[in-house]
């Protein structure tokens, strides 16, 4: 599997990742295919500290240098220096010959990188730094970590970013977290994320422990690394945490404003021991904020400031059910965007979020650092006077829906979650992939019991656990020009799951024939984008993006990797645009694509116009019917 997906030769430059005070730099290329390595260490007591990689070159060099992360980090100066080229073909599982010559400068550069920090002026270097806050002492063990072949494939799309490569994947699975809430139903989809992204020992206090069996059955099968321990009550939790060898690296807090002031207390009364960064998320039906602190006095601020906010959509009871639904979706969303923000934290990647976000799943507005008069929703009513349906048919709406989603991987997963949990009365799924452990680390619908089987089937299982009311209808097939009309005609509304440009534009074509509504996203690494297209009215994805990039130019993710909750993200907000359609909410994506960057934490709308010229929608379309889409790429499925 390693070899075939991504030993596969991709000639693309595009792999940077630095650390821009390194102790020393060393580089080396091969002459025949231009593959360059560029390896930067840290020094710590003549340890290597942290070593990373920039690489310009084949999927072969990519993977050696970032199995040499792996291989170096840790080891004294000498050891390194006795690390061989081979040694690092052995860890990536064996190369075929042709494949050495990419992989066989790896060594050489890190060589390169050790004599440059040796032969500088000793006088200049301060050898003893201190490690960054983040990083204690005993997580820099080598023996511990990614050393069999089964845990570089399950992450294999973490470990192929240079910003994460081998050595971030193994401090994430080193990572010990805290997660209270209030009930399984609040931090499902974190303890999903958090577990395939590989974080070790997670902590769970719940304060409701209803049906929390079925969740934790299937996160622990997703990945049964990951040791998940219940803390049975608050006493407890503190008596737990009360030595600093037992500190959680983290902490989560997530739930409503009453809950996380609660459990806030137990974090802000003096203690003995070392405080640990602490995320905090409050959900407001269809909005929250996420806070990350870094001391008991920024949670203090924090919940001083939101609570000055006015509280929306309280005591309605008119409007049970939309305020019910709207927490669910806060939860849900707010639970991808905890396990991405603890893993930049982990690893101090990207922009670290000591500033409040504020999100609106109404309005997809999402504002860093909000004023008062970002957040207020004095509009509510009239979201709801333009609802299709009053409100007190809303479950009513949501069970006759039926929703069809293509591709059940990395966006189907956590679309399809989260409107099974929402009651949709049907949902079907297409896919003719088996699952594969390299799909573990983003694909929460699967888990490790189920590799081989369909993902259909595999997806089928996990969604009944969480609503059996559901209809799933399962498509075993690769959707094609042949099948596509037929099968979109039986449902209301379309959500893309797949990243194969071919077969976007087949689907989004065959929803403009059929009049359906198509719900799009696309991911790659920390990058999301997401727009809602309604056939006829607005701008399609031809109109945005109106010309089909060179298949062998087009990064995919068996290239480039993506951080699994980054998925999560896309494919959750890909659910609530659908949940908004079906209950007749007009402030969808329509005209806009949302793009999230999540090393950031950045979300931007763009606007789009449809496009006149446009071959599909256009005033004078030349595509008819729907056309040949000939170049299908099957790895490149997220
Ligand atoms: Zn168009």
């Known amino acids: 599997m390693y070899n075939n997906t991504v030993l596969d030769h991709f000639a693309n430059p595009r792999n940077v990742g630095s650390i821009p005070d390194a102790d020393g730099t060393g580089q080396s290329g091969n002459p025949v295919d231009g593959d360059k390595i560029r390896i930067y260490i840290k020094v710590y007591n003549e340890t290597l500290s942290d070593v990373r990689f920039k690489t310009f070159g084949c999927a072969a060099a990519i993977a050696a240098s970032s ?10 100066l000498e050891e390194a220096m006795n690390i061989t080229n081979d040694d690092v073909a052995e860890s990536l599982g064996g190369l075929p010959p042709q494949k050495l010559v990419c992989s066989n400068i790896a060594a050489d550069a890190l060589h390169d990188a050790i004599n440059d920090y040796l032969n500088k002026n000793t006088q200049d270097i301060v050898k003893n730094e201190k490690l960054p806050q983040n990083t204690p002492e005993r997580l820099v063990d080598a023996n511990q970590g990614l ?23 193994k401090k994430i699975i080193q990572t010990r977290v805290l997660l209270c809430a209030q009930s399984i139903d609040v931090c499902d ?14 902590y769970c206090y719940l304060e409701s422990k209803n049906r929390c069996e079925s969740v934790l059955a299937h996160v622990r099968d997703l990945n049964p690394e990951v040791n998940i321990e219940l803390v049975e009550n608050v006493n407890l939790l503190r008596n737990q945490f009360s030595s600093i060898e037992n500190t959680a690296d983290f902490n989560i807090l997530i739930g409503d404003l009453v809950f996380v002031t609660k459990i806030s207390d137990l974090f802000i009364q003096p203690v003995s021991y070392e405080f640990s960064p602490t995320l905090i998320a409050v959900s407001y039906a269809w909005q929250g904020y996420v806070n990350l602190c870094n001391q008991t006095q920024s949670i203090k601020d924090f919940l001083t400031k ?58 997809m507005s999402f504002i860093n650092n909000p004023s008062i008069s970002d957040c207020k929703l004095e509009n509510i009513q009239n979201f709801l006077n333009n609802c299709a349906s009053s409100p007190s048919h809303l479950k009513e709406e949501i069970t006759k829906a039926r929703v069809l989603i293509v591709g059940a991987g990395g966006l189907g997963s956590p679309a399809a979650f989260t409107l099974a949990k929402a009651g949709v ?65 039986n449902y209301d509304i379309i ?20 009049k359906k509504p198509l719900i799009e996203a696309g991911v790659l690494a920390f990058y999301g984008q997401i727009t809602t297209i309604v056939s006829g009215d607005g701008p399609c994805y031809r109109c945005i993006f109106p010309e089909s990039i060179e298949p062998r130019n087009a990064p995919s993710c068996s290239e480039t990797g993506i951080l699994g909750p980054v998925a999560g993200l896309s494919g959750i907000l890909q659910a609530v645009e659908v949940l908004k359609m079906i209950i007749g909410i007009n402030s969808t994506l329509k005209g ?16 789009f116009q449809r496009n006149n010229s446009c071959n599909l929608c256009g005033e004078h379309p030349s595509i ?6 000939t170049f299908v790429c099957k790895d490149t499925k997220i």
């Open 306 to 363: 939101i609570s000055e906010k006015p509280v929306f959509i309280k005591n309605m009871p008119y409007y049970e059910d939309f305020t019910q639904l709207g927490m669910s979706m806060s939860n849900t969303f707010m639970g991808s965007l905890v396990a991405v923000e603890l893993i930049k934290a982990r690893l101090n990647i990207g922009n670290i979020l000591n500033d409040t976000i504020y999100f609106n799943l109404l309005e």
């Open 592 to 607: 806009g694509l949302l793009m999230y960057d999540a090393l950031e934490t950045e979300f931007n709308l763009v606007e």
């Open 147 to 169: 050393d069999d072949s089964k845990q570089i494939q399950r992450y294999l799309r973490h470990i192929i970013m240079p910003k994460i490569s081998g050595a971030g994947q």
């Open 67 to 76: 199995m040499l992360t792996v291989l170096a980090t840790g080891k004294t």
């Open 189 to 202: 989809v974190s303890l999903n994320y958090m577990a395939a992204s590989g974080i070790g020992q997670i």
């Open 495 to 514: 959500v893309d799951g797949l990243d194969n440009l071919p077969t976007r534009y087949l689907l989004n074509d065959a929803c403009f024939f059929s």
């Open 425 to 489: 009365g049907a949902i079907g799924l297409i896919d003719f992939d088996t699952v594969d452990i390299s799909n573990l680390n983003r694909q929460i619908l699967h888990s490790t019991s189920g590799i081989g089987l369909k993902k259909v089937e595999s997806a089928k299982q996990t969604l009944k656990t969480i609503n059996k009311d559901v209809n799933i209808e399962l498509y075993a097939t690769s959707f094609s020009k042949e099948n596509a009309i037929d099968i979109i005609e």
């Open 624 to 629: 008819l019917e729907l056309g040949e889409y």
